[in-house]
């Protein structure tokens, strides 16, 4: 699913420059980083910066000719426009790409329920790598496989819980060295069996 934004002029898209910050601004890239982060092909393109772009988007040019650039941003979901004027929250984000998922595919992958039990499929199956916990593992699994969840999300969250094992793994054996070195005898001590006593 490719996601565009057509932006109105900005010295920047994250909202951190000039004097004063743009929160709405900033939310957005958050939004556009954990959009890029679930799979989405996300683009930007501000119209002082990158406005041959915008010629991609006859809705756009249209929408610029009838209202002007106070009707920016316009959000295209696979170069349909779904939303114009400001930007979505995350909330609306889910939404609109529930709605164009229902759309093109006739399954919905996205509504809140779905994602929440995805989720934690995925960390019960990070958690039973960390744990070592075989069985846990292939239950979740198998319940990945009924959620259709991606075999790059699963392999995600092995390695997490593969990462988690082994700095707890690392730090077990730091401390452990630690306490060997705390029992070892000094020099000037008696140790049992040293014939010094």
């Not at 690392?170 to 069996?193: F, H, M, V, W, Y």
Request: glycine fraction near 6%; charged fraction near 25%; charge should be negative.
């Amino acid at each position: 699913m490719k996601i565009t934004i057509l932006d109105p002029a900005l010295c920047c898209s994250t909202g951190v420059c000039g004097p004063s910050v743009d929160d709405t601004l900033v939310q957005t890239a958050a939004n556009v980083k954990w959009l890029k982060s679930l799979g989405y092909e996300v683009k930007r393109h501000n119209i002082s910066n990158d406005g041959a772009a915008f010629k991609e988007y006859p809705d756009a040019i249209k929408k610029l000719q009838e209202e002007g650039v106070d009707s920016l941003p316009y959000i295209f979901i696979n170069d349909k426009l779904v939303k114009a004027g400001e930007y979505p929250s995350k909330e609306e984000w889910l939404q609109l790409l529930e709605t164009k998922t229902s759309q093109t595919s006739g399954k919905t992958h996205f509504s809140n329920e779905n994602f929440a039990e995805k989720t934690n499929v995925l960390i019960g199956i990070g958690a039973a790598v960390a744990a070592s916990n075989e069985t846990f593992l292939k239950q979740q699994v198998s319940r990945a496989k009924v959620l259709d969840i991606e075999i790059q999300e699963i392999a995600r969250a092995m390695n997490i819980g593969n990462d988690a094992k082994n700095s707890l793994s690392k730090q077990i054996i730091t401390q452990a060295n630690r306490l060997l070195g705390e029992l070892q005898p000094t020099a000037d001590s008696c140790a049992p069996n040293s014939g010094c006593c």
